[in-house]
């Protein structure tokens, strides 16, 4: 894939003469983005614009409006500068792709790519040549509502989803009509926000913020993602949107990014919210100098930066290096040479070939997790010929809305089919199908429809229960204290287990939610997140067979909620928890003795497993993996250590395996994570085959943070893993060679 053209002298030479010649209250204009007026051209917005105090408009997708807007700033305001238009186009415009953390799911980065592909041309159509996005944020903690907008847990899998992100929105050439800007969010380290409350303060060691929370905008910014969004959390004290050491010093400095740097809405007024400063004033003046070019909604640019530039407080080569990274965006992306949207050039959002790749998104994204045997069968994959009665069951099997997720500002739920329309389609009219929601919608405690449901399920040969959140309980701001299953679904899925028919629980959710009371006392659980306009046939062909299963956690699942922050990649401690060492708290008898001898790092009352780990996923088949091996178990610091295992398909149905490479560093200068992802590939298997995968692992990617911070491998023993998730396998030993 070609790289995106940095070529900076063509735009030097025209940035520089558009710089001569604004004035600085017109560069200034530059750095503002406004909100649009929502299907028309408001007067104020119009003045705005014609007058140069306009750089961008956010949220305006309505194509001739759009136009309208570009004619005036083009042809109507003194220098003829187009405007950025940006839109969060976050999983699909009109045709809604699975929430992000279920593309992750898919740990194909085709998915992402092809993902944002559609979901930009759908957006360009209307003139948008913007998109925030990919949210690159990690997240640990599922309380968090955002983590629906991430891909998840791992910095390593999350980097490699970035990067096919930005190639997706911008792919190689900017200019192309369909090609849209990307934006890398939130900058940085959001994800940390404490209690997974939205907005909140976060306090991230300096060794983590590098090891776990930069490298994914490290590589975005190396995939060339044209713009970075500051984040609104203040990371030991010191707010995003004024932290110059990490806006300039990391992003400038060192990776050498030169694209351009937006707010997150209102977050410079805010540093003042914050208490960092004592007004807006203020509040220009950090952000202009830790680097942020755009102010997205607040106005603390247009009020005070030409005061602060006339009174040398901020000196006027920092605003014309602000300007000047505004303006070479408008160049990348052609906007000089071509302002303007032709929507009768686009396909029509929501057409066939987008809707199904939305739907092979979806089947991607899509995670098995249990699958019960009854009668030497698994229950799953489900045999249509076989059914004579199915029971539908819950709040989310036919709601077209709710199963496409948070942020669907242009979503069209008319695209969308539901589980139950997709079993109606599926199944042939010789079966029954028993509709019944059981509770009015997510959180209800109302159980007056428990009667039907049961009802429905004693009647059937197999429940399925179609469970979990509404969009609106994850995404921003809306952040949960509590991750178990809302209102009174558990006690739904209690009463349908009560009837003795085999139930398949689908959970539709934004997030991972702590199910340990009903997951394995269901008959097959399906964690479909929320999959987008075509999430019912996917999950209905995932059902019945006709799509094998092949997603794989991005995310641990947790049992319960006191249990986050649980991840794979944590510290050994000093007192590993063991299974000998970890009592319950119903074995400790009144008046037990404090002891510390022996104790070990646990919590008294749930186990100290996850209920399901980081890369975990079933299939409809067996796949065993043979001990890697590793080719040379003495690798210099400049080598490569070549790894492999063999797999074998054991069962009589294909399988696209997802093959994981795990790494420990067994002794650091600091303490290491016990495992980290440094590769995957996804096998497809016949059944019967048995293949070698190989892994290439330079050793330049076993590096971290030592103890003085400085980027370096250290020497020493390494064990590899080579898995189908994070808690699985044996390993191999090799030694790096100084
Ligand atoms: C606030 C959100 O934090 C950010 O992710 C989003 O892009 C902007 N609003 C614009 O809508």
Avoid at 32 to 49: E, F, K, P, T
Avoid at 137 to 144: Q, V
Avoid at 316 to 341: C, H, I, W, Y
Wanted: proline share 6%.
């Amino acid at each position: 894939m070609p790289s995106v053209d940095h070529t900076t002298p063509p735009f030097a030479e025209r940035i520089a003469e558009l710089l001569a010649r604004l004035s600085l209250d017109e560069k200034i204009g530059q750095l503002q983005q406004v909100a649009g007026a929502g299907g028309h051209v408001s007067d104020d917005l119009a003045r705005a614009v014609r007058e140069g105090r306009v750089g961008s408009v956010i949220n305006e997708v309505h194509a001739p409006t759009v136009n309208a807007l570009q004619w005036i700033a083009v042809h109507e305001s003194r220098h003829g500068i187009p405007l950025l238009i940006g839109r969060d186009v976050i999983h699909g415009f009109a045709t809604v792709f699975p929430i992000p953390l279920g593309q992750a799911a898919s740990w194909n980065p085709d998915v992402v790519e092809r993902g944002a592909r559609i979901a930009a041309r759908e957006a360009a159509a209307c003139g948008v040549n913007w998109t925030f996005a990919p949210m690159i944020d990690i997240g640990r903690d599922p309380r968090w509502g955002r983590v629906a907008e991430g891909y998840g847990e791992d910095p390593y899998l999350t980097a490699t989803l970035a990067a096919a992100a930005v190639r997706g929105f911008q792919t190689h050439d900017l200019t192309a009509p369909d090609a849209i800007a990307a934006c890398a969010k939130h900058f940085v380290g959001y994800g940390a926000s404490e209690s997974g409350r939205d907005y909140n303060s976060t306090n991230i060691a300096p060794r983590e913020l590098r090891d776990v929370h930069l490298p994914p905008f490290a590589a975005a910014v190396q995939a060339g993602v044209a713009s970075v969004m500051t984040s609104f959390s203040d990371l030991d004290g010191i707010p995003a949107s004024a932290n110059r050491d990490l806006l300039t010093g990391v992003l400038r400095d060192t990776w050498g990014f030169d694209g351009l740097v937006v707010s997150d809405w209102d977050s410079i007024r805010q540093l003042a919210v914050h208490g960092l400063t004592a007004d807006e004033w203020g509040s220009a003046r950090e952000a202009a100098l830790a680097g942020v070019d755009m102010e997205m909604a607040s106005t603390t640019y247009a009020a005070h930066l030409a005061e602060l530039v006339r009174s040398g407080h901020v000196p006027l080569a920092q605003v014309d290096a602000m300007v000047s990274n505004v303006l070479r965006l408008k160049f990348r992306l052609g906007l000089f040479e071509r302002p303007f949207t032709e929507p009768a050039s686009f396909p029509v959002a929501g057409n066939d070939a987008h809707l199904d790749a939305a739907y092979a998104s979806a089947c991607e994204s899509i995670v098995l997790l249990t699958n019960t045997q009854r009668e030497h069968e698994y229950l799953l994959p489900l045999a249509a010929g076989a059914l004579q009665r199915v029971a539908v069951i819950g709040p989310l099997a036919d709601d077209p809305y709710e199963q496409l997720g948070t942020w669907i500002f242009d979503g069209d739920a008319q695209h969308s089919r539901t589980v139950l329309q997709a079993l109606r389609h599926t199944l042939p009219d010789s079966v029954q199908i028993e509709v019944a929601p059981g509770v009015p919608n997510t959180r209800s405690h109302d159980e007056s429809g428990f009667a039907d449901a049961v009802r429905a399920a004693e009647r059937a040969e197999v429940a399925i229960l179609v469970l979990g959140e509404e969009s609106i309980l994850s995404g921003e701001a809306h952040c949960r204290a509590d991750v178990s299953l809302p209102g009174a679904q558990e006690r739904l899925v209690e009463a349908v287990l009560a009837t003795g028919t085999p139930v398949v629980l689908v959970i539709m959710a934004g997030r991972a939610l702590a199910l340990e009371r009903i997951a394995h006392r269901v008959h097959a659980l399906l964690y479909a997140w929320h999959p987008g306009s075509l999430g019912g046939p996917a999950i209905v062909d995932l059902l019945f067979g006709v799509v094998a299963p092949s997603a794989r956690l991005p995310v641990t699942l947790p049992r319960v909620t006191g249990q986050i922050p649980i991840y794979y990649a944590q510290k050994h401690t000093g007192k590993p928890a063991t299974p000998e060492t970890v009592v319950s708290i119903h074995d400790i008898h009144p008046r037990a003795p404090q002891l510390s001898i022996g104790n070990t790092s646990f919590h008294l009352d749930v186990d100290p497993a996850p209920l399901f780990p980081f890369g975990y996923g079933l299939t409809y088949t067996w796949v065993e993996y043979d001990a890697p091996s590793v080719q040379h178990a003495e690798v210099a610091l400049t080598g490569t250590v070549e790894l492999s295992a063999t797999i074998t398909n054991r069962g009589a149905r294909a399988a696209d395996e997802v093959v994981q490479l795990y790494v420990r560093d067994l002794v650091g200068s600091v303490t290491r994570p016990v495992r980290e992802l440094k590769g995957f590939q996804r096998v497809h298997l016949a059944p019967g085959e048995r293949r070698t995968v190989h892994f290439s692992l330079p050793v330049s990617a076993l590096a971290f943070h030592g103890r003085d911070l400085t980027l370096a491998v250290e020497p020493g023993r390494f064990h590899a893993w080579v898995a189908p998730h994070a808690a699985a396998g044996t390993f191999v030993e090799f030694s790096v060679c100084a």
